[in-house]
């Protein structure tokens, strides 16, 4: 469970309704004053609505989807996954690159999997590149559509919000005879605006943040693989290996490599 989605959406509704309370204290107004059942449908449903015109329904159906990935993202551990490529790289060393077939077999990433399968096969090491860059480019491209349409969503709601602000001027424009409604009924117009605001702040842009946070991990995780493989059919050294790919971890990771940190066949992360 990642922890900051669940306490930055807690914390961000509580720090909502406690400044409106806080400003509301002692007066007529409260909480049931920003409660408005016709605002909050023209703000998500036409934010909902704008999304799914903009994308295939598929893809719609799928960011939704991946959302969740903002809660329980992939558990990638950098460190054993190098820990892995030096244990391959010493089998290589040892007894040949054929034996890493028997290694693969047991191999939960399938990422990983691929890359060994290709050494085995004898591909050119430039077609091996290749196709991992490949991979990863598609994977990286997926991953940022669906950052970007939650991007869209946020540039969609404060325009909505807009929108049923306009509707409910009109309406209050219409009616002019009664001046003691005109303050209550610009207030409702003024709800939708701050739903808008709330849509596209609280949840759309941080999700589009996040999902491009977890994505460039990934993508630096599978980028040592795709490193680790080609030195191993280059037939380095497995201690140059290690080498080499502790300099893409940040320094304070660098211990874990070799320190017990897993060893075996890293997870695959969720697409």
């Not at 449903?45 to 994308?55: A, D, E, H, R, W």
């Not at 047991?106 to 090491?125: A, E, R, S």
């Not at 219409?174 to 117009?189: H, S, T, V």
Request: net charge negative; glycine share 14%.
């Amino acid at each position: 469970m990642e922890l900051g989605t669940l306490v930055g959406l807690v914390l961000g509704l509580v720090f909502i309704v406690a400044s409106i309370l806080i400003l509301s204290w002692g007066g007529d107004g409260g909480i049931g004053d920003f409660l408005d059942a016709p605002s909050a449908m023209i703000v998500i449903g036409g934010t909902l609505c704008s999304g799914m015109i903009g994308v295939k329904m598929k893809n719609f159906v799928g960011a939704f989807k991946a959302a969740g990935v903002t809660f329980k993202p992939p558990v990638l551990d950098p460190a054993a996954a190098i820990d892995t490529i030096v244990q391959l790289a010493n089998t290589a060393r040892k007894e040949g690159v054929l034996a890493l077939e028997e290694s693969a077999a047991n191999m939960g990433d399938q990422f990983l999997k691929k890359g060994v399968m290709l050494i085995v096969d004898g591909t050119d090491p430039e077609l091996v590149k290749g196709i991992m860059e490949t991979e990863l480019g598609y994977t990286d491209e997926r991953h940022g559509s669906v950052a970007a349409f939650y991007e869209n969503l946020a540039n969609y709601a404060p325009s909505w919000g807009m929108m049923g602000t306009m509707v409910g001027l009109i309406l209050m424009l219409r009616d002019l005879n009664d001046p003691d409604n005109l303050g209550p009924m610009m207030a409702l117009a003024l709800v939708t605006t701050f739903y808008g605001c709330i849509v596209a702040n609280y949840l759309c842009n941080p999700i589009a943040s996040k999902l491009k946070d977890i994505s460039k991990e990934e993508i630096l995780y599978r980028t040592v693989m795709v490193e680790g493989m080609l030195s191993i059919q280059a037939g380095e050294n497995p201690r140059i290996i290690e080498e080499k790919l502790k300099s893409f971890l940040a320094p304070a990771l660098r211990g874990g490599v070799g320190a017990g940190s897993g060893g075996g066949a890293p997870g695959g992360a969720a697409e």
